[in-house]
């Protein structure tokens, strides 16, 4: 079956202007996962959705950070007014339930704010 | 600061070589996991490790966990080129849902 699937795959953007990043999980995996990866770096957690739970916002570097996740499938991660510092590989994962389960990720989207 | 301490973050050897590579931290964690990550995709799972003192061996890939479930390693036997990529520790803490805190990873590169 499909996997964690993310578009665009590469944004380039001018500092100032809103992104929108979205990501389509594997079909019934109910959590979602937002990281963000600095080149050659760790994943840095950036929101966390379970089911209809209240996401996990914790990983939200600042309020210019926003998600949502629609019908509990499609999640779109949203950026506004870019920074030089937002430019990052943003990837999305998925599992199968919350806790611990194994999860998935999709091949990210390489943002650059110029 | 980081709450999980990955090393050496660049490793460059030659094929046949052994490696290890160490992910410590001061925080106990409920499982750590090992990924591996090509250039240009999302990380792959190499391993769970759930239990202080267990051992996985995966082919050529040794994994441990520490007993105080603190700190982890993988160990890879006589390197070959394939082998090249990136390497992240992960783990889950209690009381924390699926979200993952990752090491800075370590960038390995296997020589013919």
């Known amino acids: 079956g499909a996997g964690v699937s993310q578009s665009p795959s590469n944004k380039v953007t001018e500092k100032g202007k809103d992104v929108e990043l979205r990501c389509d999980p594997i079909s019934g995996h109910t959590a979602l996962y937002w990281y963000r990866q600095s080149l050659g770096q760790g994943l840095e957690f950036l929101i966390y959705f379970q089911g209809n739970s209240a996401p996990d916002k914790s990983g939200l570097p600042s309020d210019r950070f926003s998600a949502e996740r629609t019908g509990g499938s499609v999640s779109t991660l949203t950026i506004q007014r870019t920074q030089q510092e937002d430019s990052a590989v943003y990837l999305c994962a998925s599992s199968l339930g919350p806790g611990q389960e194994t999860q998935y990720f999709g091949p990210g989207t390489r943002l650059l704010v110029l | 600061t980081q709450l999980l301490e990955q090393s050496p973050q660049f490793l460059s050897i030659q094929e046949g070589e052994n490696l290890t590579v160490y992910c410590n931290s001061s925080?106990?964690?409920?499982?750590l996991q090992w990924y591996r990550q090509e250039p240009g995709e999302g990380p792959v799972l190499l391993v769970t490790v759930v239990t202080g003192g267990e051992v996985k061996k995966l082919k050529r890939l040794t994994f441990q966990f520490g007993d105080a479930r603190k700190d982890s390693s993988l160990h890879i036997t006589a390197a070959q080129p394939g082998d090249t990529g990136l390497y992240l520790c992960a783990g889950h803490r209690n009381n924390q849902g699926g979200k993952l805190i990752f090491g800075q990873g370590t960038e390995l590169s296997v020589k013919p």
């Open positions: 925080s106990v964690f409920s499982s």
